[in-house]
């Protein structure tokens, strides 16, 4: 797990509605996430190596949900967590995924958010009851 990288997504989205909106996509995210195969595209020349694997999901762990109230949130109210084997499997993710591009632009062109804000990492410290040896 300490060699995974972790991203988090947070939304500044007041509506309930628009909250549910947006979790019934990361739904349909985590239901067509997967790198192509070169067998399966036919533009294989043209595309660079980190876009294929074997066409299986390449996320390893997504959690997402509204965020509990708390003064502490400064706003941010829908919160998205991943997690990936490596900086390819995310920059995929930003870049050559078609779920996740489908999600990016309902995000766009459906919902309001006031705000959006991305941070990922590499634990350098891991540690709690599921990680005692």
Do not use: W
């Amino acid at each position: 797990m300490a060699s995974r990288v972790h991203r988090i997504t947070m939304f500044k989205l007041p509506s309930k509605d628009e909250q549910a909106k947006l979790l019934d996509q990361y739904h349909k995210l985590n239901a067509s996430q997967q790198k192509v195969s070169r067998l399966q595209s036919y533009l294989y020349l043209y595309i660079p190596d980190y876009l294929f694997k074997d066409g299986k999901p390449y996320i390893l762990s997504m959690v997402v949900g509204a965020a509990d109230e708390d003064a502490r949130s400064q706003g941010y109210t829908f919160v998205s967590k991943t997690e990936f084997a490596s900086m390819e499997d995310m920059k995929y993710y930003d870049e050559g995924c078609q779920a996740h591009q489908a999600l990016k632009d309902f995000v766009k062109g459906s919902l309001n958010p006031q705000g959006v804000m991305t941070v990922y990492f590499k634990p350098q410290a891991v540690g709690g009851a599921d990680h005692t040896s």
